[in-house]
């Protein structure tokens, strides 16, 4: 079975870091790629960044530029999503997830985490 666990999550002033970590195991079969994705309180699912799994490129949503880092550690098996300088508006759970293809939109990932909650308040 496959399973994604995302870890890391937790409670950090504003211009803060957090390092989210999304661990995978078993096999993810025709995975692609693999995003990050966030859902604030009242609020629809938005992707906040990706790497493609042949090539490496990476996306990120405008918000994030220059302030996340997405990265991979093949060894490890683990994808991850360092956060710096944190701001109130990027309150809220982020899942990773793994899919068929290369995008930004929720809806086209098969395989997702259980979601680890980033909290950033003074």
């Known amino acids: 079975q496959v399973q994604l666990v995302e870890s890391g999550g937790g409670l950090v002033q504003p211009g803060g870091s957090l390092r989210l970590s999304c661990a995978a195991s078993?096999?993810?079969?025709?995975?692609?790629?693999i995003g990050w994705f966030r859902q604030a309180a009242g609020t629809e699912r938005e992707g906040v960044s990706y790497?493609?799994?042949?090539?490496?490129?990476?996306w990120y949503e405008d918000s994030v530029k220059g302030r996340f880092t997405i990265s991979r550690d093949n060894a490890k098996n683990t994808i991850y999503l360092e956060m710096n300088d944190l701001q109130p508006g990027d309150t809220a759970v982020y899942y990773c997830?793994?899919?068929?293809?290369?995008?930004?939109?929720?809806?086209?990932?098969?395989?997702w985490g259980q979601g680890t909650q980033v909290t950033v308040s003074s």
């Open positions: 997830a793994a899919g068929p293809v290369v995008t930004s939109i929720p809806r086209f990932y098969a395989y």
């Open positions: 078993g096999f993810i079969r025709g995975a692609i790629a």
């Open positions: 790497i493609s799994l042949s090539d490496g490129h990476t």
